[in-house]
């Protein structure tokens, strides 16, 4: 069974910083391009920040740019989100997601066909 499981998420106070991790099963996802999205209560899933395979490119929301960090890591923990000057707006559930099959990266929700089951990321004022 091919499964995603985030890890790292909880409860911090605005300005501090937590270290979202993404582990794999069932398959390996390092030669395909990842991205972590996030959706708050009411509101639609939205783009974060995403990589192609090889790490050399990232991208990221205006919203976080500057502050949020995405990584590759091993075949077992295939991608990481380091967050920091974490802020109130920032609270949602972070989902990481993969493209199989495709090494260059997206924004879009519907171009990943593989996703975690979320993370609760709180930030406090």
């Known amino acids: 069974q091919v499964q995603l499981v985030e890890s790292g998420g909880g409860l911090v106070q605005a300005g501090g910083s937590l270290r979202l991790s993404c582990a794999a099963s069932?398959?390996?996802?390092?030669?395909?391009?990842m991205g972590w999205f996030r959706q708050a209560p009411g509101k639609e899933r939205e783009f974060v920040a995403a990589?192609?395979?090889?790490?050399?490119?990232?991208y990221y929301a205006d919203s976080v740019k500057g502050r949020f960090t995405i990584s590759r890591g091993n075949a077992r923990n295939p991608v990481h989100l380091q967050m920091s000057s974490l802020k109130p707006e920032d609270t949602a559930v972070y989902y990481c997601?993969?493209?199989?099959?495709?090494?260059?990266?997206?924004?879009?929700?519907?171009?990943?066909?593989?996703w975690g089951q979320g993370t609760q990321v709180t930030v406090s004022s």
């Open positions: 990589i192609n395979w090889s790490g050399s490119r990232t």
């Open positions: 997601a993969a493209r199989t099959g495709m090494t260059h990266a997206a924004t879009a929700p519907d171009e990943y066909d593989n």
């Open positions: 069932g398959r390996t996802f390092s030669s395909y391009a």
